[in-house]
């Protein structure tokens, strides 16, 4: 369906991110440059849970999916 598809692409999405974030933090790159690709899995991450969980976020933007 789409919403599989979605998540989905919202998933590997995630997983790319946090990929970079790792490859950072072994090329020894600072805290400060890896925590932003950390921070970006997660706002990556957290939308297709609630896609899979059905819980209606109302948006892609950072302000509603912390709400």
């Keep these: 369906t789409d919403l599989e598809a979605l998540f989905g692409y919202r998933l590997t ?7 970079d974030a790792r490859a950072m933090l072994s090329a020894g790159l600072t805290p400060r440059s890896v925590v932003n690709p950390a921070y970006y899995e ?7 849970l ?7 976020h109302g948006t892609s933007k950072h302000s509603g999916i912390i709400a």
Aim: proline share 5%; charged share 30%.
């Design 42 to 48: 997660l706002f990556y991450a957290v939308p297709a």
């Design 50 to 56: 609630l896609l899979r969980e059905r819980v209606d």
């Design 13 to 19: 999405q995630a997983e790319e991110t946090l990929s």
